[in-house]
């Protein structure tokens, strides 16, 4: 006689979403796998490899034995290039104890909430925002405040609005820029101002997520640690997945006032340990050595972000701005809403998203999974060829929207 065993799962993980990002690309895999012709625009991942040279210094630490434990926080040369990188490219002075490597940037964010939240505490989060963030917020017993901003603002926050969401409560400020799933990139100005609002008040901790540092189109990438009236409170978040196409080797790190540094090498030191000896090794060479590939990564993703620009601005209802960063169109959509097509009505953003996947076999991602009902990501890190055909069938399925 078989017996069923009881399944007991924690709250916390009940109540957890399930990455929007992670769930759509397995929808495209399963539609793939019956034998339909799937364009998947919606993982974050560049479409490039990672650079010869990159991929050289790995194998040269595999041969020289680099495969042993590493320390938690990293290894000192991968430290010194990255404490070399944030004065080269910041203007941020950093210790080396100062420095954390991680698993991916993913988990930098993690190690900070879970150092620095306590049950309760609440944590600003500038919206649209990085579908992980406020998941990992919760996870850390934090509550997320939104602090939203339309296509309208291009999607960026005012200082004026952070000020409005602090509260006795409030811990923390965490946002990304250049941003996912939006692609904009709040200037200097504009975070000076978001500076002087947290300065005002004590005990406010700034997470600045800059993972996307490389992929900025303006020129001129500012880092909110950088202003003097925050950076004893600022942690600044960075890796090497999107400015060196490195994804899978899992690298990320901060630069954070010391006492903050070592409480996340604590956090990290019980879940996971030190990050990859080798990886690391490659790491620091990626940082020191020729940067060319990826400034022409950079190049390359401006040129779809024009090109997707100007064809989803020929769809009608499709309204698009232009965004300044990472490789991501964040459309809105909202004209749609109410219109229906084949049974299939379409009552927001989700219903948006499965329309294109079934009908259109193009997946992109919900933009409620960032805390925009009224949009959905694409990202462009995709062959030309492929985004042309993408954006081709996008507009076919909305002109059967009636």
């Not at 600045?208 to 909110?224: K, L, R």
């Not at 899978?248 to 956090?267: H, N, Q, T």
């Not at 064809?311 to 169109?329: D, E, H, R, T």
Request: aromatic share 8%; with cysteine.
């Amino acid at each position: 006689m078989s017996t069923v065993s009881i399944q007991h799962l924690s709250q916390r993980i009940q109540q957890m979403e399930e990455s929007a990002t992670i769930r759509m690309a397995q929808m495209a895999r399963d539609l793939a796998a019956q034998g339909h012709d799937v364009i998947s625009l919606s993982l974050g991942e560049p479409d490039f490899d990672t650079p010869a040279h990159i991929k050289e210094a790995a194998k040269k630490a595999l041969d020289e034995g680099y495969t042993k434990y590493t320390p938690v926080p990293g290894l000192v040369e991968l430290r010194k290039a990255i404490q070399t990188k944030f004065k080269r490219d910041n203007g941020m002075d950093f210790g080396l104890n100062q420095i954390v490597v991680s698993n991916g940037a993913k988990q930098s964010i993690a190690n900070i909430c879970l150092a620095l939240l306590d049950e309760g505490d609440e944590v600003v989060i500038l919206a649209p925002y990085w579908v992980s963030y406020s998941e990992i917020v919760k996870l850390a017993g934090g509550v997320p405040v939104l602090v939203s901003a339309d296509i309208e603002q291009d999607y960026k926050a005012t200082a004026e609005q952070v000020a409005a969401a602090i509260t006795p409560r409030t811990r923390m400020l965490l946002f990304s820029s250049p941003c996912n799933p939006t692609g904009s990139v709040y200037l200097k100005e504009e975070l000076h101002a978001i500076a002087q609002v947290v300065a005002a008040h004590e005990g406010i901790y700034i997470v600045s997520d800059e993972i996307y540092e490389y992929i900025n189109f303006t020129g001129n990438h500012a880092s909110i640690g950088a202003f003097d009236e925050v950076k004893d409170r600022t942690i600044t978040v960075n890796g090497f997945s999107k400015g060196f196409a490195m994804t899978g080797w899992r690298l990320g790190y901060i630069g954070a006032p010391e006492w903050i540094a070592d409480a996340c090498s604590k956090v990290q030191g019980q879940f996971t340990s030190g990050a990859t000896s080798f990886g690391q090794k490659a790491a620091a060479h990626a940082l020191l050595s020729d940067m060319s590939p990826t400034y022409e990564m950079q190049a390359a993703f401006r040129q779809r972000r024009d090109m997707v620009i100007e064809l989803l601005s020929q769809i009608p209802g499709m309204k698009v701005n232009k965004p300044q960063g990472a490789f991501y169109i964040f459309p809105d959509i909202s004209s749609y809403f109410g219109k229906s097509a084949a049974d299939k009505v379409i009552n927001n953003a989700d219903d948006f998203c499965e329309y294109l996947l079934h009908s259109a076999h193009v997946a992109v991602v919900t933009g409620s999974a960032f805390g925009a009902d009224n949009c959905y990501r694409i990202s462009y890190a995709a062959s030309e060829k492929e985004l042309r055909e993408a954006i081709r069938r996008i507009a076919e399925a909305v002109n059967k929207l009636q």
